[in-house]
């Protein structure tokens, strides 16, 4: 990995957000289409032969009956024989089965998702949640640290403070709960109270929260010298948008010279969020094109009504993954700006959230895209035009020598 995080940054999770999730999950959850499709919950039977003819059970020649009878015979054996038959849950069963049938598609990108699971998903599609608005670490002794407050939240206003020790919710001892049961107690419906007991110093303070709708941040910008605009993108979620274009709108209103777009560790997100995003910069012309397993295309455009003609940079790494990659693909195929790190992580099909109706749903791998050339990077990621690999500063921690070289490459365009 190119930029290491510490244990306690890997446990790190915003109430009120949502947790800070692995490279990969995220990933997983990448490049994700915005229309979600309904379908109907039938039984095993009508869903599978008659739903979905020629697929599944019903190419590979093996009867519906015949998998109903073979479970009968399992659960018959694991009511006869298993040992802690009073912690079965029937529903964990069922969920199993689903799970296991879209996972032994051998598609990592496919994926069942139960009800609890698909709130969480559709929830970190949207970037919004009922919440406080902070973030928070654990340590290895599994304090719960606050790390980060949310500007005019609802825990600013109640006056929580920075290096805060969550203790209690509710009433409830939290202490030796794991962070993301920790962050479920303290979510919830806007307009709703929260209780939180914190240790400030050494001492309790009791504080009431009033939970809202937060915001999660996934763009941040500053100037840096020269003139030279920086906006760091965390994630493509549906809030990503709006928080781009006020950034890059506040940035011109600076005098900007050139921009540098931090896409690193960058794990993907909302088709439709990155192609709205990349028509505040592309020329006239495609953006992507899909292809789906009958060969059916479609092509996403940009009018070039809002084209950046002033020196761009995009930062990349290995950990830049699907939306990131259709970003700076684009970028990199019609030379709107330069992709300077390391070669992306290779993640060149989408997905397609589809709702069973009952809470659940299926993520299933529907389409590849291609980059506005036509090419696939799925399996090679995208190579930048100026390769260059994180290094380590022992001594200057916060030495970043890859935004260095997309500094020195802006700075060379304007000469």
């Not at 940054?9 to 947790?19: C, I, P, V, W």
């Not at 899909?290 to 950046?308: M, Q, R, S």
């Not at 930062?315 to 195929?333: M, P, T, W």
Request: glycine share 12%; aromatic share 6%; with cysteine.
């Amino acid at each position: 990995m190119e930029n290491t995080k510490t244990d306690i940054e890997k446990k790190q999770s915003r109430t009120g957000t949502k947790k800070r999730e692995t490279f990969l999950s995220g990933v997983l959850a990448g490049a994700v289409g915005t229309v979600v499709i309904l379908a109907a919950v039938f039984g095993i039977k009508t869903f599978l032969s008659e739903t979905l003819p020629g697929s599944g059970l019903a190419s590979s020649g093996v009867s519906v009956r015949s998998v109903e009878n073979k479970l009968d015979v399992i659960d018959e054996l694991i009511g006869q024989y298993y040992l802690y038959e009073d912690d079965i849950d029937g529903e964990e069963l069922v969920e199993g089965i689903y799970a296991g049938y879209a996972e032994a598609l051998g598609d990592p990108y496919t994926e069942y998702y139960d009800k609890e699971e698909t709130q969480e998903l559709f929830e970190s599609t949207s970037g919004e949640f009922g919440g406080i608005g902070v973030a928070m670490s654990q340590d290895a002794d599994g304090a719960v640290t606050v790390t980060n407050i949310y500007s005019d939240s609802p825990a600013e206003k109640a006056g929580m403070q920075l290096n805060d020790i969550l203790i209690g919710v509710d009433g409830k001892d939290i202490q030796g709960e794991d962070l993301d049961t920790v962050v479920s107690y303290v979510k919830g419906e806007r307009g709703t109270e929260v209780e939180l007991t914190v240790l400030r110093d050494g001492t309790e303070v009791k504080l009431t929260v009033v939970r809202d709708i937060i915001e999660v941040q996934t763009v941040d910008s500053r100037m840096l010298d020269g003139n030279i605009g920086y906006i760091a993108v965390s994630e493509f979620d549906e809030v990503t948008y709006g928080q781009f274009e006020t950034a890059l709108n506040e940035l011109e209103t600076k005098n900007m010279s050139g921009l540098i777009i931090d896409l690193r560790n960058n794990p993907g997100g909302n088709v439709e969020t990155v192609t709205d995003m990349l028509r505040l910069l592309l020329p006239e012309g495609p953006i992507m094109s899909t292809k789906d397993k009958n060969g059916n295309t479609e092509e996403l455009t940009c009018d070039g009504a809002h084209e950046f003609t002033k020196p761009l940079a995009v930062l990349v790494n290995g950990y830049s993954a699907s939306a990131s990659e259709i970003f700076s693909g684009a970028v990199q195929d019609y030379g709107t700006g330069t992709v300077v790190g390391t070669t992306t992580y290779g993640k060149g099909v989408v997905q397609q959230l589809i709702s069973l109706g009952d809470g659940t749903c299926l993520k299933l791998t529907i389409a590849e895209y291609y980059t506005p050339s036509g090419r696939s990077i799925n399996g090679t990621g995208v190579t930048p035009d100026v390769e260059v690999e994180y290094e380590y500063d022992k001594n200057n921690p916060n030495a970043d020598n890859q935004l260095d070289k997309a500094v020195e490459v802006i700075r060379q365009k304007l000469q």
